[in-house]
């Protein structure tokens, strides 16, 4: 398995901001991901992180409102540009360390935007 | 395609009785489905997990059926808990698209003691 730290663990905004969630892995992994989970409902995968690369987004998220780094295998960042209230959500970091392709979760950012 | 439908929304059951989640998919490239458990405040944790080359997965009290020509799988958890009042997710992902996982929407499960 791996160890996944996210930082900060939640946070109050206020609209119009941007707040950039940290995901420190205690060993190197290829594959990082960020997913959205929204109030009360499932996970939605936002994009995957890619080392020495830009992130490769899903549809219906966009470089410009969530911008992605990934300077080396431990570490990525998510920024939340431009919050609304809609933005209001737990956004996680997942990686998978093995060849099997498990995938394990940090415990996730909530984000509350006033 | 890459939708992952589960069911029931929400279940409860009385401790040591049986829980019964079902998932079930389109995408014929599938192949790996996992089980996640996500406790209030937590992130999701991986539980079990099947490849379709078998038709069960049993972990202690947890169990995964899975049925591939019926395109279905499910979570069974037996002698249930009221620890295991929890949210599951089950998931399915291809390395066809970069073992990107796609989620259920999720089983609210209460164990009434």
């Known amino acids: 398995s791996a160890v996944i730290s996210q930082k900060p663990s939640r946070d109050i905004c206020q609209r119009g901001t941007s707040l950039t969630i940290q995901c420190q892995v205690d060993s190197q992994v290829t594959m990082m991901f960020w997913y959205r989970q929204q109030p009360g409902q499932s996970l939605t995968l936002i994009a995957t992180a890619n080392q020495g690369s830009e992130a490769t987004y899903e549809s219906g998220f966009v470089i410009d409102k969530f911008p992605i780094s990934r300077p080396n295998l431990t570490f990525s960042t998510l920024t939340v540009s431009n919050m609304s209230p809609e933005d209001s959500s737990i956004y996680l970091c997942?990686?998978?360390?093995?060849?099997?392709?498990?995938?394990?979760f940090g415990e996730g950012s909530r984000l509350t935007v006033l | 395609q890459q939708q992952v439908k589960q069911s029931p929304q929400s279940l409860i059951v009385q401790k040591g009785g049986i829980s019964i989640i079902n998932c079930a998919y389109e995408?014929?490239?599938?192949?790996?489905f996992p089980w996640y458990q996500q406790f209030p405040g937590k992130g999701p944790a991986l539980l079990i997990a099947i490849r379709p080359d078998v038709s069960e997965k049993k972990e202690g009290r947890f169990t995964i059926s899975f049925n591939k020509s019926a395109k279905q799988f499910s979570l069974h958890i037996m002698d249930s808990q009221p620890g295991d009042s929890a949210t599951y997710f089950c998931a399915a992902s291809t390395l066809e698209y970069g073992n990107k996982l796609v989620f259920g929407a999720g089983t609210i499960l209460r164990v009434k003691s």
């Open positions: 997942s990686v998978a360390p093995l060849a099997t392709g498990e995938l394990f």
């Open positions: 995408n014929t490239a599938f192949d790996y």
